[in-house]
């Protein structure tokens, strides 16, 4: 069993900038970092499934060669705090290399992130894919020195390489977790850890301390900056009817009693409301919406208040929840999926997940069962959203649920493209549902005038009638 519980984190350092987003790319397996960095200050992470891990990758700048101005000095002001809290440092090299900066770099992690920070280190050598095999390890005598004398794991990842060296280098990563007691390493708290170091380092300490003072702002305790843009939000909308736990669900992602949640037939919720909060370190928002087939609101209304949960969830939602309830599923939670459709539209289904509530109520059995040798309704239902489906017990507060369904929601959206529900999409769904009801009022109208039509004839047949019955008399 792995030691890392909830995601892996991962931060690569280095002086080549497009050796460390061709490392990051190389482990996401598709190009995620840019080539050539928007800015050499900047911070970029990434995140996403590998191998059936949710995994963190932090792209830092050249912190060993920064030269900073007083604007770009308050970087903390603009950028998002991220990954305090690292499983892993990659010191990522070119083969057949090996500068003066890659050797300050190796000697100061601990200076610069504090004491410890080289026990979570591991080299890479980023291969390009046609030297792979003719590029040695060694390439120098002083690498093979400094990794032997340090005793540093190191790594060699191949561009456009398969993912079986990826795979050895999360296990790599997750043994030496492990080998650390099973902890992440903590940046540093002191501002100015470098005045701690032996006397033995002062000749190193006095050539980068410049450098050393302008890093105070760009690596504290319990932080990694990024850009803004980097640290996406996952948005989710709940769906369901009236009754079956949608608010509780809510309140169980966001860890906090946020939505008004109580078991009963008329629907709490009459409105979209959305809420803000992080979980797993990352930001989620979650929108609630009015329980389908609400007891005082016709489907009509219902679809037109569903729609405009769109704008609470820009530039898109994630994923849907479907929310139903373990051990009831009515004829109106079958057509549940139809209804979403017919509101957002056929892609709509690629972005739902069903989601059980009330997972108490299974006692022994697991949801799968559940699932398999129930209501075969359920079981078209789940087929028809992909096979993804997810349980939560509202009643208790374990956070391994949560993550759980993270890990699933990350999965949708890695296979989506785009990840989310945008809103070209919502715009096509919208002008098929304005045809819809244009049609239906068409349809109505010619129910009328065929009605119109046909009482007239009749009354014109009827008083023939009466006058051929007065003829006879």
């Known amino acids: 069993m792995s030691v890392i519980k909830e995601e892996m984190r991962i931060v690569m350092l280095g002086s080549h900038a497009d050796v460390k987003s061709s490392c990051g790319n190389t482990i996401f397996g598709r190009e995620v970092f840019s080539e050539t960095p928007s800015s050499l200050h900047l911070f970029e992470k990434h995140d996403g499934m590998v191998l059936e891990i949710r995994v963190v990758v932090i792209n830092t700048p050249d912190l060993f060669n920064l030269a900073l101005s007083p604007e770009e000095q308050d970087l903390k ?10 499983h892993a440092l990659l010191l990522v090299l070119k083969p057949g290399t090996f500068t003066e900066q890659d050797r300050d770099a190796l000697k100061l992690i601990d200076i610069i992130f504090g004491a410890g920070a080289s026990e979570y280190v591991i080299v890479i050598f980023m291969h390009k894919e046609q030297e792979y095999m003719s590029v040695k390890v060694s390439g120098s005598e002083s690498v093979k020195s400094l990794l032997q004398n340090r005793r540093l794991p190191h790594h060699h990842l191949q561009e456009n390489g398969d993912q079986s060296q990826v795979e050895k280098l999360l296990k790599s990563i997750e043994k030496m977790v492990e080998e650390n007691g099973g902890h992440h390493f903590k940046i540093s708290d002191d501002p100015r850890p470098f005045l701690r170091v032996s006397q033995t380092s002062k000749p190193t300490i006095q050539r980068i301390r410049p450098k050393l003072e302008n890093l105070g702002n760009l690596v504290r305790s319990k932080s990694i900056l990024s850009t803004e843009k980097s640290l996406e939000c996952v948005r989710i909308v709940l769906i369901g009817k009236t009754g079956v736990g949608k608010s509780a ?9 946020i939505f008004e949640s109580r078991a009963r037939m008329k629907s709490v919720t009459k409105t979209c409301q959305r809420e ?10 979650v929108v609630d919406t009015p329980g389908l087939f609400d007891t005082t609101l016709s489907n009509e209304e219902i679809q037109q208040k569903i729609m405009r949960c769109i704008e609470l969830s820009a530039p898109g939602a994630h994923a849907f929840l479907l929310v139903i309830a373990v051990g009831s599923f009515t004829q109106e939670e079958r057509e549940t999926l139809q209804l979403i459709k017919m509101t957002f539209g056929q892609k709509a289904e690629t972005y739902t997940m069903v989601l059980f509530t009330r997972g108490d109520n299974l006692t022994d059995e697991s949801i799968e069962d559940f699932i398999k040798e129930g209501d075969p309704h359920v079981q078209k239902l789940v087929n028809d959203c992909g096979g993804r489906f997810h349980v939560f017990n509202n009643k208790q507060k374990d956070p391994v649920q949560v993550m759980s369904l993270f890990k699933k929601i990350d999965k949708m959206m890695w296979n989506n493209n785009p ?16 045809l819809m009801q244009i049609n239906r009022e068409r349809e109505e109208e010619v129910r009328r005038e065929m009605e119109a039509i046909k009482a007239k004839y009749e009354s014109e047949i009827k008083k023939i009638q009466d006058k051929l019955e007065e003829e006879k008399v």
Request: aromatic content about 12%.
């Open 77 to 86: 002001r603009r950028f998002r705090l991220i990954c305090a809290e690292p």
């Open 249 to 257: 669900a809510g309140n169980t992602i966001l860890k906090r009693d």
């Open 276 to 285: 803000h909060g992080m979980v797993c370190g990352r930001p989620v928002t």
């Open 419 to 434: 990840s989310f529900y945008n809103d070209k999409m919502f715009q096509e769904a919208e002008r098929a549902f304005r």
